[in-house]
């Protein structure tokens, strides 16, 4: 009887059963005796978190493109159901076969969010796979741990942990592994050594093993002197993969339908990835350089054929900057000949202000309208130009106007506290530019009859990511970035305009793994003992237990959040590539100090390091 079996009477006791019964339309089942490797892809967060995730739902339709290979899902119980399971000595389990973790040979993570580490370990505590690589043996007897994602990018919080990381886009990197593991399986059925096959893994471009790497933290205070292969084969510098051919990679237009709500209940339709725009605070706009884009009539049958598969009853256009798409205008007509008809909502992410079409919004409104969504980062100019935002108050009041002009009552903004240089005029001007717009909506003649506007600012702390401009910056100590937060508050002088902000505690320990290195294994370790879990979630998250943590396993959390890195100094993840070039990077560091505004990819290219890959210009 598989776990799953076992435990299925049970459910009634533990909250949402529907989490961990499988059994979803378009789930993918396969014969064991027809698969030669079997992969638990693993989302270290509940099930509604990780359901929503098309990265998710990408790579495991890409997986199971392969006949010879078989991805199951998992998603970290509950904590009811996590003692129900100890309680039962019930294992972790997949999904769609009921197996535990323990009968595959690849559990996958995805790492999107440093906050979800605790719950990988979580998760591989659950399995009864021992947490430390190390710690599992050279025999094959045990699964390989693999993990990727954003957060790969710097891995080496995780290093004592993940056998092998795939930097960069998963599509054919995954794939790529799991034809490796099976002819390595095929020719030693007899002789299997984990050591001899990350060998051969580590030739597959992309494939960071860290067991390969050793670390010296000889520098001055404690910083690393030096990150050096220990494995002849292996290279110095692990390139990201990127997926050339955007146009035809993989895009589930059958995935699986839950049979509960989730986060996103909708079609994500991936229009273009990549970012032209270089906000030096931002990760994804480096990482995942250079801009591609599918084109509207793909975009268009992957959206119908989807629909037809899964009966989602909203479309999301989804892109880092969706107004940056050349063909939107194309798209959201190609898609309006049938949406209407079938009652299906069209929604947008997070526009540039600048380049806001109001016709575009007003075809957008025609089933349900849906707020607004800006993100002008910061209050003020000067700030917005040291963040390379590009963006002027001129230009964000008249998107603004144009929007109103519309019929859209309800503004949602993003901004962020804590960035470089940053001072209390930059701060005070967040909830000025919030009235700006408020003022903007009573003097429109064309606005809404009747309607009173809604605008909501929501304010998150700046966390400095790796691969980033801004990844050489410190963060603001977390009594500072409580006391810009409350100054903000203060600074509000009406009810029309609504106050949102981000626990700066949590971004404190989000700033500590995002810069962290493999001393902090101790930390996870400690806080796994202790049974941590879910820290992205308010109710579970204690940053005093965090701080105890630190303290009693000798780690300084202040030396990772708040010390600035310096140029010349060799960084934790120095031996990842993403393309974009550390001469690149420093440079926009510094005109970041100037407050000197780099143009976008398509105005000008400004030789980041990609531009090899990038056809904008050609």
Known sequence: MTPKNRILPFLKDVQKPARYIGGELNEVIKDKKDVKLRVAFCFPDSYEIG????????????????????CERVFAPWEDMGKLMKEMDVPLYALESGDALSEFDIVAFSLSYEMSYTNVLYMLELAGIPLLSEERGDSGKRPLIIAGGTCAYNPEPLADFIDLF???????????????MIAYKDAHKD?????????????????????????????????????????EGVPAIIEKRVITEFEDSHYPTKPVVPFIETVHDRI???TSRGCIRGCRFCQAGMVYRPYRARSYDKLCCQARETFDNSGYEEISLLSLSISDYDELGSLVDGLKTWTDEKKVGLSLPSMRIDAFEAEIMEKVNGVRKTG????PE????????VINKNLTEDEILEGCRGAFSKGRTSVKLYFMLGLPTETDEDICGIPALGQKIIDEYYRNPDKPKGKAVEATMSVSCFVPKSHTPFQWEAQDELCELVRK??????????????????EAKVSRLEAIFARGDRRLSKALVEARKQGFIFDGWD?????????????KVGVDPSYYANRRFEFDEILPWSHISCGVSEKFLMAEAKKAREAVTTPDCRSKCSACGMQDKCRIHK
């Open 485 to 502: 937060q409350k100054l903000l508050g203060t600074h509000i002088t009406t009810r029309k305009l609504r106050y949102n902000w981000h």
């Open 268 to 270: 994500s339709l991936e």
């Open 51 to 70: 359901m929503s995730n098309l990265g998710m739902k990408i790579l495991y339709g890409t997986l199971n493109s392969l006949p010879e290979v078989w």
């Open 539 to 551: 109710e579970y998250f204690s940053y005093d237990k965090w701080m105890a943590v630190f303290e």
């Open 166 to 180: 795939c930097i960069g886009e998963g599509e054919d990197h995954l794939n790529d592994v799991a034809r490796a």
């Open 372 to 375: 607004l969504t800006f993100a």
């Open 378 to 385: 910061a209050g003020t100019q000067r700030l917005r130009d």
């Open 191 to 231: 002789n299997f050594s984990k050591k001899e096959l990350l060998l051969e893994l580590a030739k597959i471009g992309g494939s960071y093993i860290p067991a390969f790497y050793d670390v010296k933290y000889e520098g001055r205070d404690g910083t690393i002197s030096e990150i050096t292969p220990n494995t």
